[in-house]
């Protein structure tokens, strides 16, 4: 008895044993997931879409996670990717394109890391460019426009003269009907709000029931411009019809947070490719936001059936991506 005793004793203590050195190994390599976001976690759009990716991660598969603010600068990128990398992150994402060169030159570094940014073009094996597809967004959101207005004259206001969604915007809103004019001024800065709502105005007075904008950091300046002025809106990024239910007839979305998670569950299980990959309404990343109420059926109907048709591949759109 005494002997059978000792030797259940020991198995358990050679259980705990072998159950102490599994847990001391998960202990020793831990998910760690990095982010760096080019402005504020809370612009109520890109940036914070990011953040809450990343709070994604960390709930859904235990990561530990970690960001850093208004890293815009290259000796601030270079500084907190060797910062990560050395502490042993095996994900780091830079939530924009200005990443792409600091990460393509700081991957031959350190290649147990694998670096992941947004819109540009990646190189080497442990890199990889999430991009997304900016010409449906603007076809789609370019055609809610057309149907929706009522003088004629819609106010484009992108961030920059070269957005790949102001073309198909354009062409959008002209299938729909060839008198539509497009008032077209660009902020030359993703953040500046004061210059959005001075363009904003100047459209408005112009003749311009619809505004929309192309750039999260004046966005909402923007629909706020066209709820004083009685005039509509398209949100841009996310949903932004919380800024006035009355104004925003739809927005652009692209769902990164959504985005995000998948990446780091592909890279989990050894099937995140490097290069560049690309994401569209299809792969369930982008979309228009819900209708507003002042959104009649008929044009609903019309978008959805559109949209719907792109999805399966029985339509093309007239300006096929563009891949730099």
């Known amino acids: 008895m005494k002997k059978l005793w000792l030797f259940l004793v020991l198995s358990l203590l050679t259980g705990c044993s072998s159950l102490f050195h599994v847990n001391q190994s998960k202990q020793e390599t831990p998910f760690r997931v990095a982010l760096l976001v080019e402005g504020s976690i809370y612009d109520q759009g890109w940036d914070e879409q990011a953040y809450l990716g990343l709070k994604q991660i960390e709930r859904t598969m235990g990561a530990q996670t970690s960001y850093l603010e208004y890293i815009n600068t290259t000796s601030l990128r270079r500084k907190s990717v060797e910062t990560f990398a050395k502490q042993g992150y095996s994900l780091i994402f830079g939530n924009g394109r200005g990443f792409e060169k600091t990460f393509n030159e700081l991957a031959v570094q350190y290649p147990a890391t694998h670096f992941v940014f947004f819109n540009g073009h990646p190189s080497g094996p442990n890199v990889s460019a999430v991009n997304f597809t900016p010409e449906s967004l603007g076809y789609f959101s370019g055609m809610a426009a057309a149907l929706m207005t009522k003088s004629h004259v819609i106010g484009l206001i992108p961030a920059f003269g070269d957005l790949k969604e102001i073309q198909p915007f354009i ?154």
Request: net charge positive.
């Open 171 to 324: 062409m959008a809103a002209k299938a729909q009907n060839p008198k539509n004019r497009i008032m077209i001024q660009s902020v030359n800065d993703w953040n500046n709000r004061m210059k959005a709502g001075c363009i904003a105005r100047k459209m408005i007075k112009g003749g311009a029931d619809i505004l929309v904008p192309m750039g999260d950091g004046f966005s909402i300046q923007v629909i706020m411009e066209a709820h004083n002025a009685n005039a509509l809106a398209i949100g841009y990024i996310s949903d932004q019809s919380f800024v006035s239910k009355k104004t925003v007839i739809t927005s652009t979305i692209q769902q990164v947070s959504k985005l995000y998670l998948e990446v780091a569950k592909e890279y989990k299980t050894h099937t995140l490719r490097s290069g560049s990959l690309y994401f569209d309404f299809k792969d369930g990343v982008q979309e228009l936001a819900p209708f507003g109420p002042m959104v009649p059926s008929q044009v609903q109907r019309k978008l959805f059936y559109e949209i719907q048709r792109y999805k399966e591949g029985t339509f093309v759109l007239p300006v096929q991506r563009n891949i730099e």
